[in-house]
Every structure is written in C-alpha cells, then in structure tokens.
C-alpha cells in the first residue's frame, strides 16, 4: 500500500503561499465558512491542538477568540512563518506552542490533553488507510472525553474534477493514468516535481466512518463552499441582500448527501465518545 512521502509534502509547502491561499476568493469562502463552523463548535475557552495548522490563519483567529492554541504541522517551513507572522501580528505570547508534528505520531502531546483538535489539513494527504486510522485514533487519545474534532477532506468527484482543471493548465503534472488511479483509489500522485506532489480524496461517508469507528460521534458534515463551489468570485460580486441569501442556501444546502459529495472541501464535526 502506498504511504505519504513526507518530504514531498514538505517540499511542497515550503514554496507555496498557504497564507496568501486564504485571500482568492475562492480561498476567502473556504476560510469565512469554517470560521463560521469552528466558532459553532467549540467551546468557548476550550483548549485546541490547531493539527496542520500550516501558516497559523485559523491560530491567529482563534488566539483572538480566547481559545488555547497548540500549532502543530509537519512543515518547518510554515512553522517558521507562522513564528514570523505571529510576531508581527504581536500575538506571539497568545499562542501556547508551535511545534513539528506528524498527525500519525502525537506522542508529545499526553493523553486527553485538548478539548478540540482540528485537522484541517492532515487528511487532504495521508494516502494510505493505515496512516488515516493512526491519526484519528491518536487525535482520539489527545482528546478529553467528550472533546470535539473538526477534520477537513476533499471527496473523490471533487479531487477528480479539480485534477481535470488541473490537466488542462499544467499536463505534465496529470497523467491518465494518474486520473484513473485517483478515480479507482482516491490517491493521487504528481506525475511531476511541480505543484501539489500527493493527494487522498475519500469516497463518501469513509472519513466519517473512520471516525465512528475510532471511538468518535459525528455531530456534523457540510459541504463549506456547497453549491457556491465554483461560483466564489460570482457571489462577492452580488448585491447585498442576494448575497445574504445566497449564504444561506450555502448553509442549508450544504449538509445534503449529494452536495458533500460533489463541492469542494467538506468539514466533519466529531465528538470523542469513549
Ligand atoms: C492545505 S494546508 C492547510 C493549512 C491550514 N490548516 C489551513 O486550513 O489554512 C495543509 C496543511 O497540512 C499539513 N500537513 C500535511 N500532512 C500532515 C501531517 N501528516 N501531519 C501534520 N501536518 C500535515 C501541511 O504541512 C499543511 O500545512
């Protein structure tokens, strides 16, 4: 089975501009709709492991929310930003830790440390089965019981249709073959040096049954962009109260099965149960 190339993960953050991805406006929906989704789901004071909390975005939100935040993501590069960034923002003391971690090895944290874990980025890249089920059951160990985790993932059709986008701007990196092999396994793998070198795109209901099945609850599923997926630069562009109701079938329309399946990334909402 293959396993996650760490470094290629590494190398790929090292020369992309995670921060800057928050301000397209694709990216801005993305971050406007989790943030909504974070701030319904955790407890306020609650203690957060911030797990592939790359650039530190959501830390900095979530530092100014009185949350307790521990940064931990696998990328030296993005975690030296991250110390940057936060000095220049003058939120360096607000942040408990910064550290270099693998999601499949949480030893450094103990047992039932955090009241929320978030993982928004660990589950777009571990490709194999093993690797996902040694993340969840250790976010599930650094979890008090009872804690709340909100993990992010990007479905199969939506990878699929995004490596189609992606084979007609850089071919090189899109092989049939490899469009195949993300249709029949969900890993994808770069059939070049050049932009995002791994991916795993689940089909629907695994990550959630992952989940259920590592001691966790599902509280929650939506789809974040929902039917807006694609149209980002359009709804910005509308006239207020459309826009307003726009959002609101982004909300409404987003926990449909059919929605989860199709639209961009999709954050599920656990919570730890024994
Ligand atoms: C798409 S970025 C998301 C960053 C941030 N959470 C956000 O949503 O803006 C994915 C992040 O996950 C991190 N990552 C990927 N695999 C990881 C792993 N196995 N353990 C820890 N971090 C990982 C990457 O280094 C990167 O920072």
């Known amino acids: 089975m293959k396993t996650t190339d760490s470094d290629k993960v590494r190398g790929y953050y090292a020369s992309f501009d995670e921060w800057g991805r928050l301000d397209s406006f694709e990216g801005a929906m993305e971050f406007r709709r989790t943030l909504d989704m974070l701030a319904k789901s955790l407890a306020p004071g609650s203690r957060i492991l911030d797990l592939g909390g790359g650039p530190g975005r959501y830390a900095a939100e979530l530092v100014q929310m009185d949350y307790r935040v521990v940064l931990a993501d696998i990328s030296p590069e993005l975690l030296q930003a991250v110390r940057q960034r936060f000095a220049q923002l003058n939120l360096e003391g607000n942040i408990e830790s910064i550290d270099e971690v693998n999601a ?111 001691g966790f609850e599902v509280m929650d599923e939506v789809s974040l962009k929902s039917i807006a997926d694609g149209l980002e630069e359009t709804v910005a562009q509308l006239d207020h109260p459309l826009r307003v109701e726009v959002d609101r079938l982004v909300a409404e329309m987003g926990r449909q099965p059919e929605v989860i399946a199709t639209s961009g990334h999709v954050l599920l909402v656990a919570r730890k149960t024994k």
């Not at 084979?167 to 770069?190: H, I, K």
């Not at 932009?195 to 689940?202: A, R």
């Open 104 to 214: 499949t090895d949480l030893r450094r944290y103990p047992d039932a440390s955090f009241d929320a874990v978030l993982a928004l980025g660990p589950f777009y890249h571990l490709l194999s089965k093993e690797e996902r089920k040694c993340a969840a059951s250790e976010i599930h160990r650094v979890l008090r019981p009872g804690g709340t985790s909100c993990i992010a993932f990007i479905p199969r059709i939506t990878g699929i249709t995004g490596l189609i986008k992606r084979a007609a701007s850089t071919p090189e990196q899109v092989s049939p073959d490899v469009l195949r092999a993300v249709a029949d396994t969900g890993v994808f793998q770069n059939a070049s040096d050049s932009g995002f070198q791994e991916g795993y795109y689940p089909l629907p209901g695994e990550i959630a049954e992952l989940f259920q099945s590592s």
